[in-house]
């Protein structure tokens, strides 16, 4: 059974930095596309920064320049370093994954997530 598992989130000022985990177990295939999404009460799920097959990033306007996402293919791990946090990236974060991504940044793309991390930032 495929898994995967946040964890690094928690509560920062303005300005601070943390750093998302996502260890991936049981997964079927040695490539596939990752992602992270995050939803804050009351809004939608959005794209944050995804990997693709080839380690190519994308990332969405609001985090660019403050986000890095990367991945260690020997541990199954995904990372969301996180920089210059804004009360505004106050949300659950999940981590996705998918063997075929056609559109980075939609949640319909991924068959599988975790249960995810909650960031908190205080102004």
Known sequence: QVRLVESGGGSVQAGGSLRLFCTVSNYPYEKYYMAWFRQAPGKEREGVASIDLDDDTQYAES??????ISKDHAKDTLYLL???????DTAMYYCAASVTVRFPFS?????????GTQVTVSS
């Open 107 to 115: 949640s319909t793309a991924y068959n599988y997530w975790g249960q």
């Open 82 to 88: 996180m920089n210059n946090l804004k009360p505004e």
């Open 63 to 68: 985090v660019k320049g403050r986000f890095t």
